[in-house]
């Protein structure tokens, strides 16, 4: 293909493939040694299970638009990739895999499975890495990282190590949210809380000093019954104030249990009095510790019932549901079972197994969090880091002021082993880097390193230092550090946001990112969550492989609106792909007439249609580099769709064929070079969002071994002409006028028509040298004037401020649709002239308004009270055509 011929059609299939093979055996996307400023954005490292989604494609696309933006501005950008470990979510991926193979990964033991992680890890775990560079994500993947590289491994270890040895880590026994699926430990934040329909027992707790009376507790867990330490009733309540500090037979133990005053009890709820098993309730655990009761647990980490002294023999080994059928069945033989309710409440599911989950007591690693959060809270309050939308700091402070320590510890194989060693001849714990040869406490050699591995969220709370080599100090620490902005949903500020902000002030003295950029949820067309359930996922993947990855890209861009959830449907990704090849048919006509100009962006042109698309390039540049600026996508998106396609295909490339066509070879000249010089410029402004068309365009444009991807921003003319761009407004807006008739009449597009213009002197000295290309734009086979108070019969008329458009219909049209026209249009005016003349008879609205804004209503009415005049006149006269 030569460099002045495209072909007829664009095919993003054939051109990104080649495109993105160019950047990535190139240093295209590594930071310039000699960049004016450095700019860094870290990628939130997908899971390393993971395949691409919709989600994922509406982050990195803000991501790499921001990237390339500032990359073409001559920043030194860095746009650090990598991917996490995912702890339970990769165990549980390959643990599947064991299961086909009929072993349970204990059967292979701690280093056997692990090696079987790291072997799936390395064939299977770059498919999102993949996957993001056929997106066209131009992140520096020399500089690729994982959470448990070696260098991430020994930033996880130090920062462990420091926060134990300042107090801050500490190993104590507390109630977590257990999984019994995966037995381990999970956050607050990994827990569903789902609406499920279950019961409500109501059992009958005997006296112990008259067995023949009893006290009735409601509960939605009889199985746990046997972890009763107590009987809970409100201070206040009237009814049981005799019963305070009585014992109470326990059912079907015999043990006996206190009856215990406190305000946590709800008198109007059931019947006033709660069981209170501490080891199985957070609540129930407060309350405990209030009152000194003591804790038993009944459960094994399988949540099944403990071979202990506090079970009853026959409950023993029983599944909890098992032996909650058991419980109740028993309760009812003895006549302890008073009733039982259908009960509506929320269960705690795990986010990843979905198995309902137990307050369970046991050994943990925590972090006193407080101490860290206080400076994160204040560096949002300080604007040090500021967030965009800046609603969400509610959500940030809302967490960070009621934060609870954090338990850091996991009882799983894959993930970073917690660095402690338990002596067997004393109590020490030896917390080290590296791994020691006896106890620090007792010299004893005989040490074994904590089974648990460390909350995922730990290391990648770690990710915008550590991947830059902290804690050594690297030449990426001091230049890129702190970044610039993160890009993230609002679903883990919790998770990973705030843990980010405080280990980074923690452990750099500095904050880890200026901006914070929430950007919204993809739903499906209807407002839906996207579920494969619900069969409504639109897969990024798929939705490239049919219309082009930038198609993709433009319409996630062009949606993102601030704080709104992006409602997707295909056919917006269709329309966008419809907007690649407008962009595609223009570039194929500019290169196919460009003979052997190039682009001159100190060239001064003399035609106004050339000064003109000069001037409106620059405003659309500032426009979109504004809105970038202030993460306004959308609107980035939206100038540029408005400039391509209506600016410079419809009016420019249209106008520019007149003087192409003309005899004269200055104009053609003057024509060809602008058209490339304006080509060359939006290309510019459209590559952040759309890299692959616009890169094939400016090779084409400037030989294949240019690359646009390093290229430079557009700078804007210093010089514009006003008078240029007023005039060929007015052209517009004419054409547009005559052109809107002739749609709404019918008349044949490609007969060409008269018209006649009544006009200011002043609007007519503006439009008469335009006067060919008027006729060449509006079809038309003749232009005549009139003086602005001129009339023509027997015309339909377009009302322009300072002019009117006449165009003879007689025979050509219509006169009843005509006449229907002219009054619709008239019953919208008659709306606009009552909305304005509503806005300006209200005191409230003339008094508090700035001055600007009503002066802008009066124009704006008194241009619909005139248009509203001269319609009315052109009905009459059209009435005398019927």
Partial sequence: ???????????????????????????AFRPKADGDDAYCIVIPPPNVTGSLHMGHAFTFTIQDTLIRWQRLQGKSTLWQPGTDHAGI???????????????????????????????WKEHSGGTIVNQLKQLGASCDWSRERFTMDEGLSHSVREVFVRLYEEGLIYRGKRLVNWDPVLETAVSDLEVEHVEEQGHFWHMCYPYADDPSKHVIVATTRPETMFGDAAVAVHPDDERYQALIGKELILPLTGRTIPVIADDYVDPEFGTGCVKITPAHDFNDYDVGKRHDLPLINILTAKAHMLDDEHVPEKYRGMERYEAREHVVADLDAEGLLHKVEDHTH??????????????????????????????????????EIRFVPQYWEKTYFEWMRNIQDWCISRQLWWGHRIPAWYCSDCDHITVSRSTPECCEGCGSASVRQDEDVLDTWFSSGLWPFSTLGWPDKTPEMDQFYPTNVLVTGFDIIFFWVARMIMMGMKFTGQVPFRDIYIHALIRDAEGQKMSKSKGNVIDPLEMTGKYGADALRFTLAHMATPGRDVKLDETRIESNRNFMNKIWNAARFVFMNRADAVPDASLRPQLDANRWILAELDTTAAEVHKALEEYRFNEAAGALYSFIWGTYCDWYVEAAKVALWSDDETMISETRTVMLTALEGWLKLLHPICPYITETLWQELHGADARLVTASWHTPRSDHDADAVRRMTKVIEVVSAIRSIRGEMNV????RIAAVIAASDAVRTDLAGQQQLMMSLARLESLEWLAADGE???????????????????????VDE???????????????IAMGEGKLNNPKFCDNAPDAVVAKVQADLDESRAKHADMAAGLERLRTLG
């Fill in 346 to 383: 929320q269960v705690g599911r795990g986010d990843r197994s979905h198995a309902v989950l137990e307050p369970y007591l046991t050994d943990q690693w925590y972090v006193d969090i407080k101490p860290l959060a206080e400076p994160a809270i204040k560096a949002v309050e300080d604007g």
């Fill in 89 to 119: 979510a990769t165990q549980m991926v390959v643990e599947r895999i064991l299961d086909k193979e009929g072993v349970h990964r204990r059967d292979l033991g701690r280093e056997r499975f692990l090696d079987r992680v790291w072997e």
């Fill in 748 to 751: 044949n597009p490609g007969k």
């Fill in 792 to 814: 023509l019969d027997g015309a339909a008329v377009a009302p322009l401020a300072g002019a009117r458009v006449f165009l003879p219909l007689a025979g050509l049209i219509n």
């Fill in 818 to 832: 005509e006449m229907a026209r002219l009054e619709k249009n008239m019953a919208r005016l008659q709306k606009d």
């Fill in 1 to 27: 293909m030569s460099q002045h011929e495209l072909a007829k059609t664009y095919d993003p299939q054939a051109v990104e493939p080649a495109i993105n093979d160019q950047w990535l055996s190139s240093d």
